[in-house]
């Protein structure tokens, strides 16, 4: 098992177009991944599921993976995030 905690840095936080990008990269990965937000789960591979958790910007989760390529999902979707899903990186 593979986790690591992330800020969400970018203005729409995980909603929308950057919770589609995320679930399509998780998607990528054979390992079950979680993403959990306080005592909240959900599934990383589910659009509702990352919707539900109504992540903002300034919030921290905790992305979990447990599979053969557990490393590497948890490293591509922290990435993603700290790239601010490619949203403009003029704000810091």
Same mark, same amino acid.
Request: with cysteine; proline share 0%; hydrophobic share 25%.
């Given at each position: 098992m593979v986790y690591?905690? #992330?800020v969400i840095a970018n203005e729409a936080g995980l909603h929308a177009r950057p919770a589609v990008l995320f679930v399509q990269e998780a998607q990528k990965f054979k390992s079950k991944i979680t993403v959990h937000k306080g005592d909240k789960q959900a599934d990383a591979k589910s659009i509702l599921g990352v919707m539900s958790l109504a992540v903002t910007k300034g919030t921290s989760i905790l992305i979990v993976a447990e599979g053969e390529d557990e490393? @590497?999902? #948890? @490293?591509?979707l922290v990435n993603l995030i +700290? +790239?601010?899903?490619? @949203?403009?990186?003029?704000? #810091?």
């Open positions: 690591k905690q #992330v490393k @590497e999902a #948890v @490293e591509c +700290n +790239n601010k899903f490619g @949203e403009g990186s003029n704000d #810091v």
